[in-house]
């Protein structure tokens, strides 16, 4: 699998001193069938590290949850920042 990691995020990364991004998936209830939703988080997983499988991608390791599939065997995480919140969002999950 290839992690595309947008120059923001290194610099995000580099800001809260973190080497580490762990994509994961969470279920969302809604009034129908819930979806799961990504999650990017800057830090390694902190249990069940069998679950996910370490990329490397640069100086930085990327902790993929075994279940995600990628469009092309490819991610890309991106920095997203709104007023005070910032947030670092994952593309190219094929659910």
Known sequence: ????????????????????????????ASW????PQPVVSPV???KDKEEFKLVKSGDIDVYVKNKINASNDT?????????FSEKLI??????
Not at 77 to 82: I, P
């Open 75 to 83: 991610l890309s995480v991106k920095y997203k920042k709104v007023l």
């Open 32 to 35: 129908g069938v819930g979806e």
């Open 44 to 46: 390694e997983p902190k």
């Open 1 to 28: 699998m290839i992690i595309n990691i947008d120059d923001k995020v290194l610099d995000y990364l580099k800001k809260i001193n973190s080497k580490a991004i762990t994509i994961d998936l969470i279920g969302c």
């Open 90 to 95: 994952v593309e190219g999950i094929v659910f």
